[in-house]
C-alpha cells in the first residue's frame, strides 16, 4: 500500500502495478478477441478518473495497483441471441468455457439434509460415472452409508452385465485424507480392492509441501501449506457445485451451498475432465494402502517442482481450452448460424437439437483457481467483477472464514458497490473450542474482522460496506460465494458457488472451483434471492459494540501472532 501523502512515488508504482495487471490480464486473451480489452480499457478509465477523489478520502491509495495507461476502448459486436443483462458478463466467456443451459435444470438446495440426501439418491441411479472431488471423506456412520450405496451401485451395475460400465472416480487431497489411523483411505481401501477396475482414488499432494519441511512439519499442520480443496460431484449428467466436504457434519449442522445442474452433459464432462486431469498429477491409493504415481509423471515432492507444475499446468488448461473451444463451435453452430440462415446443422438436426433441449437462458462458466500451477482465473474474474459493479449495485459476499487478500479487501472498499458481507460469528467458527493452537484460530478470525471494520469506519464506508456475522445454536457455517443485483433490481442476475473463501489459501496455496451462474430467468433469480435471504436472516450486523463484548476479547499474543501466520489458514 501506498501513502497518500507519498505523492512523488505514487505515481510511477500505480504504473508499474497496472502495468502489470494489464500485462497479466493481457496474458489470457486469445489473438483477436478485443471485447474484455475494450472491459480492461473502461476500467483504467474510470479508475484513473477516481485516482485523486480516492487519495483525498483515504491515507491509503487503495487501487493503485489497478491503476493503467489509458487504451482505446473497442466495443465487440453484439450477440443478438444473448439478452443484455447476461450480455454484460459474457467477457468471462474469453478465459473459460460458456456453457448455456435451461434455467429448469438447476435446483438450489438449502439445507446439509437435502444435500446428503441427494448424494445417496444420485449415487443410487448412476449408471456410467460418479465422480467426487472433495478435501476429504469422513469415518463416520453417515459416510460409511454413502461408501455402501457405491458399493451397492457398483455390484449391481457388475451383475446387470456381467461387466460393469460404471467407473468411480474419488479426488481427495492426500495430506487431510491420511489424517489419523482411520481415514480416507482406509474407507474406500475395501472398494478399490473389490472393484480395482473400476475405481480410482486420487490423493493430490501440494508441490510445495515437499524436503525438510515435509519431515518437520507435524500431521494436520501440514495442511496449511496446500490442499486440494476443489468439491464438485457428479452423477452421469448431473453436478453438485457446493463448498461442503464429504463428512457428518457438512450432512447435519453445518450450513453450506448447494446448486444441482441437472441433465446438463457438457459440463459434466467438463468436471469429469478436470477432476481426471488433477488425478493424473496425483498419488493414486493402491489395494495395500500404498500410494504411488502413474507411469512417466514427475513425483509432487520427490521430483522437480518446476517440471511437476508445468506439467500440471499444461494437463489443466488443456481441459479449459479444449471444452472453451467445443462451446464456441457449438455455440456458432446452434445459434449463430442459424440466426443468419445460413446453419451449419441440417435442418432435422436442428430441429431434433431444439426439440431435446430448451432455449438456453442462463449460463454457466468454470472458475478454476490453482495458483501453485500459475493458473489464477478466479482470481482475474473476481477481481475484475468487484472492480466492474456499478453504482448502487449491491453485492452480497459470504465466507466460512474471513481472511480476505489485501487485493480483495482494498477493492471492497475502493470501489462503488454496495456490500453486505456475511462471515461466521466466532461460536459458529468450524474451530470453535479446538484443541491447543487450533482452537485460537476464531480469535484470530475476530482479530483480523475487527481490523477490516475498523478500517471501513475510518474511510466512513459503514452504510456501503456492512459486515453481517451468522449466529445459530448448535451449527457452524461453512457458505462461501456472492450475489450481485445489479443497480434497481431486487434479484440477483450472477453467483459464485462453489469452494473459495476469497483468502489467501484460496488465491494463492490450494487448488480450487467454483462456477459463475448468470441467469435472466426470474423464478432461478428467486430461487438464488431466497437462498441468500435465507442465510442472511440467521445474522447480526456488526457494529463497534460488537467488538465489546466479552467473547470478543482477543489475547495479546493472538494479535501477535495472527499477521505472520494469517496466511496459512
Known amino acids: ?30 489473438r483477436g478477441r478485443l471485447g474484455l480489452a475494450a472491459l480492461l480499457g473502461r476500467l483504467s478509465d474510470r479508475l484513473s478518473r477516481g485516482r485523486d477523489r480516492r487519495a483525498r478520502r483515504s491515507s491509503w491509495l487503495l487501487l493503485a495497483p489497478l491503476l493503467t495507461p489509458s487504451v482505446p476502448v473497442i466495443t ?7 439478452p443484455e443483462g447476461a450480455h454484460r458478463f459474457q467477457w468471462i ?11 429448469s435444470h438447476i435446483k438450489v438446495l438449502s439445507s446439509p439434509a437435502e444435500f446428503y440426501e441427494l448424494l445417496k439418491v444420485q449415487i443410487k441411479s448412476a449408471k456410467q460415472r460418479v465422480v467426487m472431488a472433495s478435501l476429504y471423506l469422513g469415518t463416520g456412520l453417515l459416510e460409511q452409508e454413502l461408501v455402501d450405496c457405491l458399493e451397492e451401485t457398483l455390484e449391481k451395475s457388475f451383475q446387470a452385465k456381467g461387466s460393469s460400465d460404471l467407473r468411480v472416480s474419488i479426488l481427495l487431497d492426500y495430506t487431510r485424507g491420511s489424517r489419523g489411523r482411520k481415514n480416507s483411505r482406509t474407507m474406500l481401501i475395501p472398494l478399490l480392492q473389490r472393484f480395482p477396475e473400476q475405481v480410482r482414488v486420487s490423493l493430490f499432494h501440494t508441490p510445495n ?12 499442520f501440514n495442511e496449511t501449506i496446500g490442499l486440494q480443496h476443489i468439491k464438485v460431484y457428479l452423477f452421469d449428467d448431473n453436478v453438485i457445485l457446493s463448498g461442503a466436504n464429504l463428512s457428518d457434519l457438512y450432512f447435519t449442522n453445518r450450513q453450506d451451498r448447494y446448486v444441482l445442474l441437472q441433465d446438463s452433459p457438457e459440463i459434466a464432462d467438463f468436471f469429469t475432465e478436470l477432476v481426471d486431469a488433477i488425478g493424473d498429477v496425483s498419488l493414486q491409493l493402491q489395494r495395500d494402502d500404498t500410494v504411488q504415481m502413474m507411469e512417466g509423471m514427475v513425483h509432487p515432492y520427490q521430483g522437480d517442482k518446476v517440471a511437476y507444475c508445468e506439467i500440471a499446468n499444461r494437463r489443466v488448461m488443456e481441459v479449459i481450452n479444449s471444452a472453451r473451444t467445443r462451446q464456441e463451435l457449438l455455440h456458432a453452430k446452434t445459434f449463430h448460424s442459424s440466426q443468419q440462415g445460413s446453419s451449419l446443422l441440417s435442418q432435422k438436426g436442428s430441429q431434433a437439437s431444439r426439440d431435446l433441449k430448451p432455449e438456453p437462458d442462463t449460463w454457466i462458466y468454470p472458475l478454476i483457481q490453482m495458483k501453485p500451477f500459475g493458473i489464477q482465473i478466479d482470481e482475474v474474474v473476481t477481481e475484475t467483477l468487484l472492480t466492474e459493479a456499478e453504482r448502487d449495485a449491491r453485492i452480497y459476499l ?3 472464514y474471513f481472511n480476505l487478500t489485501q487485493a480483495y479487501m482494498d477493492l471492497i ?10 462471515l461466521a460469528s466466532p461460536e459458529v467458527n468450524g474451530f470453535f473450542g479446538a484443541k491447543g493452537v487450533a482452537g485460537a484460530i476464531p480469535a484470530a478470525y475476530v482479530y483480523i474482522e475487527h481490523q477490516f471494520y475498523s478500517e471501513v469506519c475510518y474511510l466512513h464506508q459503514q452504510e456501503r460496506v456492512q459486515l453481517q456475522e451468522y449466529s445459530r445454536a448448535g451449527w457452524t457455517f461453512h457458505a462461501k460465494g456472492l450475489w450481485l443485483y445489479l443497480a434497481g433490481s431486487d434479484l440477483p442476475c450472477l453467483t459464485f458457488i462453489g469452494s473459495p473463501n476469497f483468502g489467501y489459501r484460496s488465491v494463492h496455496r490450494d487448488l480450487e472451483a467454483q462456477v459463475a451462474i448468470v441467469t435472466e430467468n426470474k423464478a432461478l433469480q428467486q430461487q438464488l434471492h431466497q437462498e441468500q435471504e435465507q442465510l442472511y436472516l440467521c445474522s447480526g450486523v456488526v457494529s463497534s459494540s460488537t467488538f465489546e463484548q466479552p467473547n470478543r476479547y482477543v489475547k495479546l499474543w493472538v494479535k501477535l501472532v495472527t499477521p505472520l501466520i494469517k496466511n496459512f489458514f
Do not use: H
Open 76 to 82: 465487440a459486436p453484439p450477440c443478438s441471441l444473448c
Open 93 to 103: 466467456g474469453n478465459l473459460v468455457p460458456e456453457f448455456g443451459i435451461s434455467s
Open 413 to 422: 472498499l475502493g470501489t462503488r458497490a454496495e456490500y453486505r458481507i456475511l
Open 209 to 220: 509441501l515437499r524436503g525438510l519441511l515435509r519431515l518437520l512439519i507435524p500431521e494436520r
Open 1 to 30: 500500500m501506498v501513502a497518500a501523502g507519498s505523492g512523488s512515488a505514487a505515481g510511477p508504482m500505480a504504473a508499474a502495478g497496472g502495468a502489470a495487471l494489464w500485462r497479466r490480464l493481457s496474458a489470457w486473451l486469445p
Open 398 to 400: 459470504t465466507t466460512g
